[in-house]
């Protein structure tokens, strides 16, 4: 751990003083274990197993590693699972690609798309920008930005999506956001 580093630390948290030197003493028998980063995987056992490091002494570091990064929780895997069921979708406009996927596209994610010249990926990422601002009774629509290197966009690509959309029977034009200018001024 770096000296600011440990001077943050010192000035962030309330210690005794004479526990103040034994929680870095523990933090340089982490780091000498390799448990550099409040955000390792280990759980609390893997911790305990370190010869010097007490289950008291390993809550407080936990609690100090939380106070530096509050997005830190340890959690188990069925909670993991049960987060990412509510991680929200977006449709490819295909019901098969979107099983393949686990339910579409994950919004607030970079996703990558690669292949070989003329295989749908521009007429992917057409779909995408358009069914990303349809709105439904959980999603209140969105913004789509689409990057593009290749010199690949037409607008009149975006139009014929909003097509094959209402032909797949989903209403469109009765969503404000997908009135075709809409869609490309968005």
Do not use: W
């Not at 028998?29 to 007490?54: E, F, M, V």
């Amino acid at each position: 751990m770096s000296k600011s580093m440990d001077q943050s630390l010192r000035d962030d948290f309330e210690f005794d003083i004479d526990d103040d030197e034994c929680f870095f003493q523990d933090i340089d028998l982490l780091q000498t274990q390799g448990k550099c980063l409040p955000r390792s995987n280990d759980n609390l056992k893997k911790l305990d197993a370190i010869k010097g490091l007490s289950e008291v002494k390993v809550e407080k570091i936990i609690e100090a590693a939380v106070k530096l990064s509050p997005n830190l929780e340890f959690k188990t895997g069925l909670q993991v699972v049960e987060k990412r069921k509510s991680v929200f979708k977006i449709s490819t406009g295909s019901d098969h690609l979107n099983k393949l996927l686990g339910g579409g596209i994950e919004r607030m994610a970079i996703t990558e798309v690669f292949g070989e010249f003329r295989t749908g990926k521009t007429q992917l990422s057409d779909t995408l920008c358009v069914t990303c601002q349809l709105t439904n009774d959980s999603y209140s629509g969105g913004k789509a930005v689409f990057i593009d290197t290749e010199n690949t966009f037409r607008p009149d690509r975006v139009s014929v999506e909003i097509c094959l959309l209402i032909l797949l029977g989903l209403n469109v034009f009765s969503d404000s956001h997908c009135q075709p200018n809409r869609v490309l001024e968005n």
